[in-house]
């Protein structure tokens, strides 16, 4: 999707081996399949070194010389690394590699570089070509910055409803965590150089007198020794906010996590600041990957949490504004927090994402998982209420067949047809959908529609899966209509074990946020769609 549909400039290709074969030399793949069947218009490039690792490291070749040329002549426009710059003019004058070979990766490079307009002269006379750190920093800009993260903060409990906090009520605010003055540790792995940070302290600092404390050195929090402080400033505050989580030496490229806990102490830090404190105590989560926090879920004195993801520069005054309600927060989880004992039961080497009951093995992703969550896919509370109507959808589609394979059409005790087999091109289902404000505030919500295929489809089938999304923004007591296509042959399709994608008839069931609705897919040799 992301190539044919996407139209991207380039793929990159990894470190790993599919049967045997590094994918940054495998023809199947990059010429065969990415440029040839996905009809890519770009350049295929390494991830870093992925070339040298098949050399040095796989051992799949016996010289530098014949990696150059397995690399090029698979299909490697573009080495993100020194190995093809010192081994493939070698590669050339041994008769492994020839020049019409190489003039082919220069083509792919070559072309998207005149694309980008790159040999069109004085760069300066050109459009973009006056840009720089000073057109980045621009207010707008910054606003953009502030924007994005308050829109990816994912509001996970709101007890009481106590959120958002009153600058009112709540005028000292204790500030405590490793995370509560954070700034490079917001922007993550891969980031730009931020014009300027603005910390959680800073940015609760705005809205209420604050009183600080770190309560743990670092987010490693190997010790208690700094607990009093912070129990202390909580004792005294009228509200408590603790800045937790995870930074870049717990979860970077070349680190990996070795748990979904808080690290070290941080669990207890929570627990006693929270039970000394006088006011409503909320958590704000710094991480990449999801974290088991059951123990602050279940703990009726933390009344609030808040996942702010690493937010960017501007992350600490966008988690304030969500604190104190001056944005309504409408994020939804990317991914499922599992709790840690789910890792006992997953092997990291096990790349199945199928579960498999008789050996214990869970599955991965929402999609086939439906064990004990700590936060399910998709969550996130908001500071008003939605409501959703399902203004009109269909309640049998007949999926039309190719005719003369009407005979040989079905599988699986005839309950599945094979997608090649259906007329797919506008084989859609619409759905008509209300959404309500029916809460005291302007809010943004993302509509989420589940699919789930019908009962009894065996190992191979999902327990459910996004079909689709839409994101309205609806004032207070204000409606919106949103209609979502389900394509039906791409998202209502499965893979049975051999691999062959097929769609299974009878009835699926689709959840739109709080309401559940079925389709009956039926098999027949002209597409009529009834209501």
């Known amino acids: 999707m992301c190539v044919s549909e996407g139209k991207v400039a380039s793929v990159m290709c990894s470190y790993n081996q599919v049967n045997g074969v590094p994918t940054c030399a495998d023809p199947n793949l990059l010429k065969k399949t990415v440029r040839g069947l996905w009809q890519l218009d770009g350049y295929i490039v390494s991830d870093c070194d992925s070339v040298g690792v098949f050399y040095d490291n796989q051992h799949y070749t016996p010289t530098p010389e014949e990696a150059a040329a397995d690399a090029i002549k698979a299909g490697l426009d573009l080495d993100c690394g020194p190995f093809l710059a010192v081994h493939t003019q070698n590669a050339v004058k041994k008769g492994l590699l020839s020049e019409a070979d190489v003039n082919g990766a220069l083509v792919n490079t070559l072309t998207v570089q005149m694309r980008l307009g790159m040999f069109d002269g004085?760069?300066?006379?050109?459009?973009?070509?006056?840009?720089?750190?000073?057109?980045?920093?621009?207010?707008?800009?910054?606003?953009?910055?502030?924007?994005?993260?308050?829109?990816?903060?994912?509001?996970?409990?709101?007890?009481?409803?106590?959120?958002?906090?009153?600058?009112?009520?709540?005028?000292?605010?204790?500030?405590i965590g490793p995370n509560s003055k954070a700034t490079i540790t917001m922007i993550g792995n891969y980031a730009g150089v931020a014009c300027g940070y603005t910390n959680p302290l800073q940015g609760i600092g705005r809205y209420a007198r604050t009183v600080h404390q770190l309560g743990c050195q670092n987010v490693a929090c190997k010790n208690d020794k700094l607990f009093g402080p912070a129990i202390n400033a909580a004792r005294q505050a009228d509200a408590t906010v603790l800045v937790m989580g995870l930074d870049q030496s717990i979860e970077a490229e070349t680190v990996d996590r070795t748990g979904l806990l808080l690290p070290g102490r941080q669990p207890d830090l929570v627990s006693k600041v929270a039970a000394a404190s006088k006011g409503p105590t909320i958590l704000v989560l710094m991480s990449g990957g999801p974290v088991d926090i059951t123990f602050a879920k279940n703990n009726p004195r933390i009344v609030g949490i808040l996942w702010a993801g690493y937010p960017g520069q501007a992350g600490g005054a966008a988690i304030a504004d969500i604190l104190f309600g001056t944005a309504n927060p409408g994020g939804k989880l990317p991914v499922t927090w599992y709790p840690e004992e789910y890792l006992t039961k997953l092997p990291m080497t096990n790349m199945a994402m199928r579960a498999t009951k008789s050996a214990g093995y869970p599955g991965r992703t929402y999609r086939f998982y439906n064990g004990p969550v700590v936060y399910p896919f998709g969550h996130g509370l908001t500071y008003t209420h939605f409501v959703h109507t399902l203004a009109s959808a269909p309640t049998v589609v007949s999926v039309p067949l190719n005719g003369h394979r009407r005979a040989n059409v079905t599988n699986i005790s005839n309950r599945a047809i094979r997608v090649t087999h259906a007329r797919c091109d506008k084989l859609s289902i619409t759905l008509q959908v209300d959404i309500k404000n029916v809460g005291s505030r302007d809010g943004t919500h993302t509509l989420l529609v589940f699919s789930a295929p019908p009962a009894g489809f065996g190992h191979w089938a999902l327990e459910k899966q996004l079909v689709a999304f839409e994101k309205v923004h609806v004032p207070a007591k204000g409606q919106h209509r949103v209609g979502v296509n389900i394509h039906v042959c791409k998202l209502l399709s499965v893979v049975d074990r051999s691999g062959i994608r097929r769609i299974p008839l009878g009835e699926h069931s689709f959840n739109i946020g709080d309401v559940k609705h079925s389709v009956s897919l039926q098999a027949a040799a002209l597409g009529i769609i009834k209501s």
Do not use: F, M, W
């Not at 070509?129 to 207010?139: A, E, I, M, S």
């Not at 903060?153 to 009520?169: A, E, H, R």
């Open 122 to 175: 004085e760069p300066t006379a050109h459009p973009y070509g006056h840009l720089g750190p000073k057109d980045v920093c621009k207010p707008a800009h910054q606003e953009l910055a502030l924007e994005a993260a308050r829109q990816g903060i994912v509001l996970l409990k709101n007890t009481g409803p106590v959120l958002p906090l009153s600058s009112q009520l709540h005028r000292t605010v204790a500030v």
